[in-house]
């Protein structure tokens, strides 16, 4: 084995003597390509090095004639993780309560075949905050959504008696779940497909917001659907929100049917919506929930599903299990992150400023109506989408905005999603707008 060497801490973080803050952003890009997979594209020339408050980054370059000098650009976070930063970058009540904890406290890590005394304040807080009477932790966001489907399927053999080979699980197209293999099974998205069959069996795709068309395969193989599993917003699709009336009337035909509604909170959770949940601004109480992103209050991956109790039962020693899920220093700060939720009104103020953002963007779309085709979003979970030509590129949007100092991408050719941290400011979407609006102008 080759001599290994590490040592040092940020910029001074060394390997093997490559001291990482004298890297250019080419030669990082280098270090990706040739050792990293190619399963990301990132955006070109940038490397985020720290964080200058909740909602802004700095990104450094090394000085070209200088080795001791930085070149360093403020960059303002339209995208905060893809909504795991709701609570704001390093957001001081959580890294207190972590650093306390680690440091004071003497945190353990403990699997979950012993207990320990953490995970009694999560499953308090998660259960209250959600309204729900059980939760299960898990780590990554994708994570919950597979155990909402294996919970799914559970249910609807034990409880509604499903024969096995003919349990079917229902979701709608567009979604976006994860990139695990069920979760993909269940995407018609193809290059998150493309050579990864064969496919879990037992799925089948509805239009989204087509409660028709929902009513239809209800009526038809209602006896062997255990659940529709739906994204309340669908944000990697480009932020398509649903008509008014669409979730409360599939509540219903679940209901009238026997089939669980699974809601899928990972990225319109934890106030990103204006609502604590984004299920909540349609008044519906679904059967079960997955949550994840901001759940670990951008510090840690943090997911959990929440659920009734009588579905969540299902569930037995052996069935279901995960090291990290829940272990000390993920219920520390799942119940940290909850608690910032609620005493920053982290929802109240999704709302404010989200509102302000979409009247700016509204604005922008009249003064630029041959480029900009739709605003779409519900608290900060927002989107603009331009027309279809070639001219209008979200990635050139993408790229422009950081030349404007803001962070943002496209999620397809033509949207670009703007999500930033719930912490954000008035001062701070007029600098956001200001950058759009320039960018656009010069398309
Ligand atoms: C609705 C939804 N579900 C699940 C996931 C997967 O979360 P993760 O990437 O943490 O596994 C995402 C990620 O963007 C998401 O938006």
Redesign the pocket.
Known sequence: MSQLSISGYGDDLSVNGVRIGDLTPKQHEDIELSKGGQNYSPLEDVVVSKVKDSSTLLARKPHPEDVNRYIETELLDGLCC???VNQGQLNQTIVDAVVRHLQEEKLPTVPRSIRHKYMSAFLLAATSITGMDKVVPKV??????ELSFKIGRRWGSKIKKIPEDKCLMIGATG??????LA?VSMSDDIDSRDGFGPFVPGIELVPYNDIEALQNLFENKGERIACFMV?PI???AGVIVPDDDYLPKVSQLCKNHNILLAV?????GFGRTGANFAHQLSDIQPDIM?C??AAGGGIL?V?FVAGRKDVIDVLTPGSEGSTFGGYPLASVVGTYAIKVLVEEHLADNARTQGNYLMSNLDEIMNEFPDKIKETRGKGLLTAFEMHNEPRLDGHAVSLGLLQHGVYAKETHHTTVRLAPALTINKNQIDTLSEAIRTVIKDL
Do not use: C, I, L, M
């Not at 990554?140 to 959504?145: D, L, M, P, Y």
């Not at 979604?175 to 695990?180: E, V």
């Not at 899928?264 to 319109?268: A, H, R």
């Open positions: 893809y909504s795991a990554a966001g994708v994570e919950s959504w979604n976006f779940h994860g990139r695990s979760a994204e669908q944000g990697e899928d909170e990972v990225q319109t997955g994840g992103k991956p997911s």
